[in-house]
């Protein structure tokens, strides 16, 4: 008999009245306490599959988690994209030239709940692709994402620009990400995984006096929409991010001291129509969506995440 149909004592069948004279409680005090008993029985039901779903979902996340390649993960929009992706379980071989930068990446993925693994390496030396995307696929068991964010500045204009540095920056910038896609293709295809190219506003805009730099950038979004296409049938996903002035060590390495830094800076207010230079993290946001299954749907894309700079003309 099902005794939840019954509201009240009267109710009730005899057998259960009968019960209640017996310990000398009401019939409808004795139905409550069933209720309470039936209800703490059901909340510890309720209790101990929850837990068990938690634990259900955390090994799913864990499983599933990405198993990412960030060059240039020592600083900048590298390292952030690094810890972003930490954040949300995925183990990482951070790339870089810098051992003990490397090392306290490492730390860093792990404290943020992620899988951390450091790679010492110049992403243009001859055998470097290889070794990386080996690396990654030994110490990861796989790649479902390649991030490339290394990269250099420099100033000149086309008269000023010498072979040397045309070749470097071209090298660091645009065949170095090639070579590594390259080598990391069979890998992707495996996972059905996606790359994101670190791009910038002068692959999309001319700006005088970075002119390798400019070239360089173009190069590759040019690479992210020609890659796009040819590893769709795959079911790899290219697509770019294009950022303005982010602060970073960047422009510091490229030789600019702090006292010109500042300025430039302080000029990104005027430059950027959201009146600011971005932070690393907003990068790294847009490339953990990029890379994410949200964005199963994108490829070939170069995006501008530049507070308005590509809209405006050179100034």
């Known amino acids: 008999m ?27 005090n004795l139905l409550g306490g069933l209720y309470s008993t039936r209800d703490k029985r059901k909340g510890k039901r309720d209790k101990g599959q929850g837990k068990r779903e938690k634990e259900s979902v955390k090994k799913a996340r864990m499983s599933n988690a990405q198993r990412v390649i960030v060059t240039g993960a020592t600083s900048g929009i590298g390292r952030a994209a690094a810890l972003r992706f930490a954040r949300a379980g995925a183990a990482i071989l951070a790339v870089g030239r810098d051992d003990a930068a490397l090392g306290e990446v490492a730390a860093a993925i792990e404290q943020e709940g992620g899988r951390g693994a450091t790679f010492a390496a110049d992403v243009t030396a001859r ?9 990654a696929v030994d110490r990861l068991g796989g790649i479902t994402t390649l991030v490339n964010a290394a990269g250099v500045i420099g100033s000149g204009s086309v008269e000023t620009t010498n072979d040397e540095q045309w070749d470097a920056i071209m090298d660091i910038n645009a065949r170095a990400p090639f070579r590594l896609m390259r080598a990391a293709t069979p890998a992707l295809a495996e996972t059905g995984g996606s790359i994101v190219n670190v791009s910038s ?11 390798a730099y400019c070239v360089s950038k173009a190069a590759v979004d040019q690479l992210t929409r020609c890659a796009a296409l040819e590893l769709a049938p795959r079911r790899v996903r290219v697509n770019a991010v294009n950022p303005g002035v982010v602060i970073s060590n960047l422009h510091r390495r490229a030789g600019m001291d702090e006292e010109h830094y500042a300025s430039f800076l302080a000029r990104a207010r ?10 690393p993290q907003e990068i790294a946001e847009l490339i953990h969506f990029l890379a994410s299954d949200r964005a199963g749907w994108i490829t070939g894309e170069t995006i501008s995440i530049d507070g308005g700079r590509h809209l405006t003309c050179a100034r």
Do not use: M, Q
């Not at 099902?2 to 409808?28: I, Q, T």
């Not at 055998?127 to 690396?135: G, L, M, N, S």
């Not at 506003?201 to 002119?211: I, K």
């Open 2 to 28: 099902d005794l939840y149909r019954h509201s009240g004592a009267k109710n009730l069948p005899k057998e259960w009245c009968a019960l209640g004279r017996v310990f000398g409680v009401s019939s409808r």
């Open 127 to 135: 055998d470097a692709p290889e070794a990386i995307v080996r690396a």
């Open 201 to 211: 506003v002068t692959g999309l805009r001319a700006f005088p006096g970075v002119l």
């Open 270 to 279: 005027d430059t950027h129509p959201l009146g600011r230079a971005g932070e």
